[in-house]
């Protein structure tokens, strides 16, 4: 199980030892020591500043088609390597090795190859004024800062890190202290596939220095992807400096199943939505709202259903349910899991669990107050809702501050289309759940954030524009 990376950080294209804190790396499913690294110090995150905004210059003055082809050879490479990949995110999460295997650097590979296909079509606009004209010119921000979360390390990594790159930034990567590993990797096969040392650089450490990340004099561009309170932190620290932001944290999602929906579909999408990578997904559908109609076979089908999830090592490829990414995490889901049944919802089936596993977990009988229907659990926690009618629904789906995806199940597409147009969400799904191709923006509105990952639209984000205004005569003045 040894995972020992050759050093802790990766700055100017080379390994380099951290001068920080202790960082121990373990293996969720067994607690047992992977691997041993080192946090940044100050100086070091500085210095990876400093040497990301020295290469930056020449990298942008690269031909986009250049830059892009060196984003396809690392797809490529990540393709060559998935197996291996695989199981180093298996051991650094904890994630069901059946999952890795198609779910996370696949889809990192996705995001390089589509940003790196995308690069030499992104162009400005000529803009006709009579004699006169104007042009804009889409140019890179400079330094990105990336701060990951422990879920999705790699799909993380590569998601911010394609745009930045094919944009003409640098970035320094900063992936959570939980799952620091798979970075360490892609800043190799980036260099490998012709990535300029000090374009994309590694370190490692909590949340001291994710904060000196966001507040470095040489960063123009933080985007985080964590919890809504950490974000607020992150949000502030960033505009001390008027830095650009992107932030994709939490949510306490609304999955809609009317009685017309087929609900074997239904049922399949609220066990991905709840149940996938144990729960420990951003967008999960984790308020299931029933109609009547529904709901009794919705339920019996579930209960049916979830007896089929096989927990045990990770490793195992016939394990479909993986264990807890730390024992304090899994902590917080019991006490979610005690705080609902106190305050009288029933359980239709799951529990605390032992160790590091807990099992999916379905409530119903739940009420919009109550603190399960509230808060963000991020384990494998559903609470079902029954409702009456659309209008009801559409009302109390909304009744959050977060706003980062919904769902909604139904054979009449009109009210599909006319729900979702109403739901306050920045990523819906209809008669589906928790897809989230490389060709379709993902963000959120409301406390869950702001920016969009993924799609042309990500480009946006990762860049500038800038206005010229061409005089073709002489000029005028008054005096």
Request: proline share 6%; glycine share 10%; charged share 20%.
């Amino acid at each position: 199980m040894n995972a020992q990376p050759a050093a802790s950080l990766f700055i100017g294209g080379r390994p380099v030892e951290g001068e920080g804190g202790a960082l121990p790396v373990l293996y969720p499913y067994t607690g047992e020591e992977i691997a041993s690294l080192r946090e940044a110090s100050a100086g070091q995150v500085a210095e990876a500043c400093r040497v990301a905004a020295r290469a930056q210059p020449a990298w942008a003055a690269l031909a986009p088609a250049e830059r892009g082809r060196v984003l396809s050879r690392a797809a490529a490479i990540i393709r060559e390597r998935n197996e291996e990949l695989s199981r180093l995110e298996t051991l650094d999460t904890g994630k069901p090795i059946q999952e890795t295997l198609v779910a996370d650097w696949e889809s990192g590979a996705q995001a390089l190859e589509f940003f790196g296909g995308l690069a030499a079509s992104i162009t400005g606009q000529m803009i006709p004024l009579g004699r006169d004209w104007a042009y804009t010119r889409r140019e890179p921000l400079g330094v990105c800062a990336g701060i990951g979360a422990w879920n999705y390390p790699s799909q993380i990594a590569c998601w911010k890190a394609a745009p930045a790159l094919v944009m003409g930034n640098a970035m320094v990567f900063k992936p959570s202290e939980e799952t620091p590993l798979g970075a360490l990797k892609l800043a190799e096969i980036l260099l490998e596939a012709g990535l300029p040392a000090g374009i994309f650089n590694v370190v490692q450490g909590r949340a001291e220095v994710g904060a000196a990340l966001a507040t470095d004099p040489n960063v123009d561009k933080v985007s985080l992807t964590g919890s809504v309170p950490t974000g607020r932190k992150v949000y502030a620290a960033a505009a001390e400096g008027m830095r650009h932001v992107t932030m994709e944290l939490g949510g306490k999602s609304p999955l809609i199943v009317f009685d017309d929906a087929n609900p074997e579909h239904a049922v399949s999408a609220a066990m991905l939505a709840n149940f996938y990578s144990s729960g420990q997904i951003c967008s999960n559908g984790t308020r299931v709202f029933l109609q009547e109609g529904i709901r009794d076979a919705f339920l019996d089908r579930l209960a049916e259903r979830v007896r089929n999830v096989r927990m045990g090592d990770p490793l195992d490829p016939a394990t479909t349910h993986g264990p807890i990414i730390n024992p304090a995490q899994a902590g917080k889901i019991r006490a979610a899991i005690a705080s609902g049944l106190e305050q009288g919802a029933r359980l239709l089936c799951g529990g605390p669990g032992e160790g590091a596993f807990i099992p999916p977990t379905v409530f119903t009988d739940a009420s919009d107050e109550m603190t399960i229907t509230r808060d963000e659990i991020f384990g494998p926690v559903m609470t079902t809702l029954g409702f009456h009618d659309e209008e009801e629904v559409i009302t109390r789906a909304n009744a959050t501050g977060f706003g980062l995806a919904a769902g909604v199940f139904t054979q009449d597409l009109t009210r599909a289309h006319r729900v979702i147009a109403q739901l306050q969400a920045g990523t819906c799904w209809i008669n589906s759940y928790n897809l989230t191709p490389v060709e379709m923006p993902f963000g959120a509105v409301k406390q869950s954030g702001l920016g969009r990952e993924n799609s042309a639209a990500a480009i946006e984000h990762y860049s500038q524009l800038k206005s010229v205004y061409v005089g073709m005569g002489g000029v005028d003045a008054p005096y």
